[in-house]
Nanobody, 124 residues
């Protein structure tokens, strides 16, 4: 069993930055692919970014390439999402996700564990 707890969301002006953190419980964190999804009102939950268990492979949605950076610290059981040059369209609830399969990139239907979500609001 893995529990995921996100933090770092908030309200920021367009062009600003935020860093999301996801702290995981459990001794097998290092074996999971980790990722961040987001869901805006009235829209489907979409994959924003993912990182392999070793950190050697990363994935970014086209909409965030060059602006977001994902990283992980397996010693701290934590995954991060550094978000820069934020836009109003980045406004959503951001969810941390863990996948123990070898699927790449992560698929929404194949997630083993979800966090509770953290709100990110970007004002124009």
């Amino acid at each position: 069993q893995v529990q995921l707890v996100e933090s770092g969301g908030g309200l920021v002006q367009a062009g600003g930055s935020l860093r999301l953190s996801c702290a995981a419980s459990g001794r097998t964190f290092g074996s999971y692919t980790m990722g961040w999804f987001r869901q805006a009102p009235g829209k489907e939950r979409e994959l924003v970014s993912a990182i392999s268990w070793s950190g050697g492979a990363t994935y970014y949605a086209d909409s965030v390439k060059g602006r977001f950076a994902i990283s992980r610290d397996n010693a701290k059981n934590t995954v991060y999402l550094q978000m820069s040059s934020l836009k109003p369209e980045d406004t959503a609830v951001y969810y941390c996700a863990a996948d123990r399969s070898t699927r790449w990139p992560m698929q929404r239907g194949g997630i083993d564990y979800w966090g509770q979500g953290t709100q990110v609001t970007v004002s124009s």
